[in-house]
């Protein structure tokens, strides 16, 4: 078998026996030994790997190089846009965070932002398209619930915005409604509605609101008091101090009008025992025959109106109250025109005390008709 070696040139193949390389011409060694190519075999066979390594490694620096730099600008628009958020301006966030996404599609993060920036400049343009006030309290309730599903300084941030706006409407239609004279019935829910309002100007209404709720109370309560109506009267009260529970005044009236009661039924009481104590001895009198000597007439003044007046006199032996005298306007066929009833004065008549009665009617009719006048009854109260 012939001797095999390489050129040290080229490092071709050649025989023990050739003289020049049948590859590159090149005269070879007459020593055998030199006829290996060591260095020519370790360029050809590494060099090549080495290249591609290093176009690799270079291409991977440009890439990663590339890539940070993109990264960095997103990021860098991403900082922007919490920075814009933070001083909302909710329009100039939503441009940065999508100027971010166009550079680096796979910014996750970003893509959360967006989201949240969309819907605070969506939120917003739909609140200032509304004209209705209460539509625009539903939509700012929605979007709070909504916002449940993001987190962070921006998001509590424009929550507190939504909460302001929806303050600002809500005390807007609280003063419209105080402003058309609310009834006593509608106060209560307009003390409900500015108490859910957490706001100093919605504080003072509250005030006012309670405030008119008293004195309406108040009010109330007199008239019934007046009327001797007490259970009606301290109700009243009592209602009125549900919604003004630390109120002074109510729990002072109320005191009054419970004392007032129990002063009334034990005066019932003391009346109704010393009725029944005289009942045997001066019932006659004093219920049947404690008036006498009553005149009344009527006359047509020089203002065409006509006036009725008269006198009577009290012979019962206690003081009697209310002295109600009962008449008949009658024309000059005797027919009643009008049936009518006059108090006397002084209210109470003692023993043996006169009192006067006047009354004056201005209906054309009646001047016209009246010929003569009938007393039917006269009744009084007793001690």
Request: proline residues 3%; aromatic residues 8%.
């Amino acid at each position: 078998m012939l001797s095999l070696g390489y050129c040290p040139k080229c490092g071709a193949k050649v025989y023990k026996e050739e003289i020049f390389c049948v590859n590159c011409g090149d005269r070879l060694p007459g020593d055998q030994d030199n006829r290996i190519p060591k260095n020519r075999w370790r360029v050809k066979y590494f060099t090549i790997p080495i290249i591609l390594l290093i176009v690799i490694i270079g291409s991977s620096i440009t890439i990663y190089t590339l890539f940070n730099i993109k990264v960095t600008d997103s990021e860098d628009l991403y900082i922007k846009a919490e920075e814009a958020l933070l001083l909302t301006d909710y329009d100039s966030a939503k441009e940065h965070i999508e100027q971010a996404i166009d550079i680096n599609p796979s910014f996750k993060q970003a893509e959360v932002l967006h989201q949240f920036t969309e819907f605070t400049v969506d939120t917003l343009n739909h609140l200032d398209g509304l004209d209705n006030e209460y539509e625009k309290i539903q939509m700012i309730l929605e979007a709070k619930n909504e916002l449940s599903h993001y987190t962070g300084e921006a998001v509590e941030q424009f929550k507190d915005l939504l909460s302001t706006k929806q303050t600002t409407i809500q005390l807007n239609l609280l003063n419209e409604k105080l402003a058309q004279n609310p009834s006593t019935e509608e106060l209560p829910a307009l003390l409900w509605e500015a108490d859910s309002i957490q706001d100093p100007e919605a504080y003072e209404l509250v005030r006012l609101i309670r405030e008119q709720l008293v004195t309406h109370a108040t009010n109330e309560a007199y008239a019934y008091l007046e009327q001797k109506q007490f259970r009606l009267a301290a109700n009243t009260v009592k209602t009125s101090l549900q919604y003004s529970p630390n109120d002074s005044r109510l729990a002072s009236l109320l005191n009054s009008i419970e004392k007032e009661k129990e002063a009334f039924e034990v005066a019932q009481e003391a009346r109704l025992e010393q009725a029944f104590s005289q009942y045997e001895v001066e019932q006659e009198r004093n219920e049947n025959d404690a008036i006498d000597d009553l005149a009344i007439h009527f006359e047509v003044d020089q203002n065409e109106q006509l006036v009725i007046s008269g006198e009577l006199t009290s012979v019962a032996t206690i003081p009697i109250h209310a002295i109600l005298v009962h008449y008949t306007l009658l024309d000059e066929e005797a027919n009643e025109i009008a049936s009518n009833d006059i108090f006397i004065y002084p209210e109470t008549l003692y023993p043996g005390e006169t009192g006067e009665f006047e009354r004056t009617y201005v209906d054309p009719d009646i001047v016209e008709l009246i010929d003569d006048i009938n007393v039917t009854s006269v009744t009084w109260l007793l001690d």
